[in-house]
């Protein structure tokens, strides 16, 4: 299984998805990763990304989740997946995968967005985010006031993990 925890900048996907991985042992794929330098540079400069900048972000990061999904590897990956189209995209060919959705008040975003360094988003893309965000019909929704143990749990939960062997 492979899943995807998506979401809009700040809302905590790394930090779950690290989370997760562990608690599964479970590949973490960071979405981020598969960024070219070009889209890195752009959002830097406070500028958002469109259609175009993230094909091949996207390509990238399906190529990887495509590599493990084929050895039989179970994954978390975190990465946005702003629209359907792109969690079509990111999901086309796969088998078992699932997302994982961060929800919760845009103030506590911002909020977290502001307080984080080293990081190429800067709050200005906030908005932009929040306006590409096309929510997921069918994803595990998860509160992002959670607590990430608390978020782990309902994850775990809602994907039977208990009843699940570990692979890599």
């Known amino acids: ?60 990061l399906h190529r990887r989740l495509a590599e493990l999904d084929g050895r039989g590897a179970d994954a978390v990956a975190a990465c946005s997946a702003l629209k359907a189209r792109y969690r079509a995209r990111l999901a086309g060919g796969l088998g078992e995968l699932r997302y994982v959705f961060l929800s919760g008040d845009a103030d506590v975003i911002a909020r977290r967005m502001r307080a984080r360094q080293g990081h190429f988003m800067p709050a200005e893309l906030l908005d932009s985010q929040a306006e590409t965000l096309e929510p997921p019909g069918e994803a595990i929704t998860i509160p992002i006031e959670l607590t990430t143990e608390q978020q782990v749990g309902l994850v775990l939960r809602a994907i039977g993990a208990d009843q699940r062997p570990a692979s890599r």
């Open 1 to 60: 299984m492979i899943l995807v925890v998506m979401g809009i900048a700040s809302s905590g996907k790394t930090t779950l998805g690290r989370s997760l991985a562990a608690a599964l042992d479970w590949v973490f794929v960071e979405g981020d990763d598969f960024h070219p330098a070009a889209n890195i540079a752009k959002m830097a400069r406070g500028e958002p990304l469109n259609d175009a900048d993230r094909a091949p972000w996207l390509d990238r």
